[in-house]
């Protein structure tokens, strides 16, 4: 397919060219595939937010190389410090203070007093973040409430010829999106993700608390639908249904054409890569209603859980 590009040194400077004009591309991420501007351009960031249909309410989260760019734009709090030796860079997000004076267009933090950060480790967008002199602001690549991408075809599905570069990693090694957390007053987790509360405790020993409901203020983009794949979800369900699609986890289960396992082995790391996936191919197949065995609620699963939750909703 013409708009997807292969990893290579050519296509990465081509993907750099395109960064530093302010236009913006599809690209890998050890979690979902993410749309990529220039996180100093309020012209790129706007561009973002268009394609995706995203409204401007809703924070995009700032993706570094280093902390060296990142102190010129937040502070960084010793507890952060700490988290960040330990999981940067990797599938976790912090909101930080932002610096009165940072470079960070306020488009691309909704205008808050904080911002998102994240260091993704992927090979591939680690060596395109290391030739920037700006950050990347990164939202999942799919369009604003739908399933986030997990290859580059995905993201192609969802902007056809309206995205014109996409660099091509394969497929996600997680995906999910990262784990979110605030660090300001009490540590809480705003999006659980493949690093879990307990590691976060185990680090900082501080209880960490899950938002709920009322964390409206602190992220507003955290809107109740959200990966939705536009058809109605059951969740824990004991019977299966010839009809709908049946998503089932574990062993025990028959291969039948409506039967979607996303372990046989019972790994919700490997459940938590097929997800995404799964949600899609349903979709295209045609089903009307989808029905969802219960999933074990412990480290990844809390993720999955969550992730079905918003997408039933
Ligand atoms: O794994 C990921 O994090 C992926 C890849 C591409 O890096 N990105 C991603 O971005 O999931 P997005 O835009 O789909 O989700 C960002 C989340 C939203 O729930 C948003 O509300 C929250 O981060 N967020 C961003 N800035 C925030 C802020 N200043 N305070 C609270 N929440 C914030
Ligand atoms: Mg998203």
Do not use: W
């Not at 749309?35 to 351009?41: D, Q, V």
């Not at 012209?43 to 570094?64: D, F, M, Q, S, T």
């Not at 959200?226 to 709908?244: C, F, Q, R, T, V």
Request: glycine share 4%; aromatic share 8%; proline share 4%.
């Amino acid at each position: 397919m013409k708009n997807i590009y292969k990893n290579s040194s050519l296509n990465l400077a081509r993907a750099k060219k395109i960064l530093v004009k302010n236009n913006i591309i599809g690209l890998p991420t050890e979690t979902v595939y993410g749309l990529a501007g220039n996180a100093y351009s309020n012209n790129a960031v706007k561009k973002i937010y268009k394609l995706k249909k995203r409204p401007r309410i809703n924070p995009l989260i700032i993706h570094y190389y280093n902390l060296r760019l990142l102190k010129k734009d937040a502070f960084l709090s010793e507890k952060f410090l700490k988290l960040y030796k330990k999981f940067s860079p990797g599938p976790l997000t912090y909101i930080l203070k932002k610096r009165e004076n940072s470079k960070i267009s306020s488009l691309a933090n909704a205008n808050l007093k904080t911002i998102a950060v994240r260091f993704p480790q992927n090979r591939i967008i680690r060596k395109l973040l290391c030739n920037l002199k700006f950050p990347l602001a990164i939202p999942s690549a799919n369009l604003s409430s739908a399933v986030s991408p997990v290859c580059s075809n995905d993201v192609l599905d969802e902007f056809g010829k309206k995205l014109s570069f996409i660099l091509d990693g394969g497929k996600c090694k997680i995906g999910l999106e990262s784990t979110v957390v605030n660090l300001n007053k009490k540590i809480q987790i705003l999006r659980p993700g493949a690093i879990s509360a307990k590691e976060i405790n185990k680090i900082l020993r501080e209880k960490v608390y899950f938002s709920n409901k009322s964390n409206k203020v602190i992220s507003p983009g955290m809107t109740k639908k959200h990966y939705s794949p536009g058809i109605p979800i059951e969740l824990n369900s004991k019977k299966m249904d010839d009809k709908a699609a049946c998503i089932v986890f574990g062993k025990r289960y028959n291969t039948q054409k409506n039967i979607f396992n996303l372990s046989k082995k019972g790994s919700l790391e490997e459940a938590a890569r097929n997800l995404y996936k799964t949600l899609r191919k349903i979709k295209k197949k045609g089903f009307k209603k989808i029905k969802v065995v219960k999933i074990p609620k412990s480290r990844i699963g809390i993720a999955i859980n969550d992730r079905l939750k918003k997408a039933a909703n």
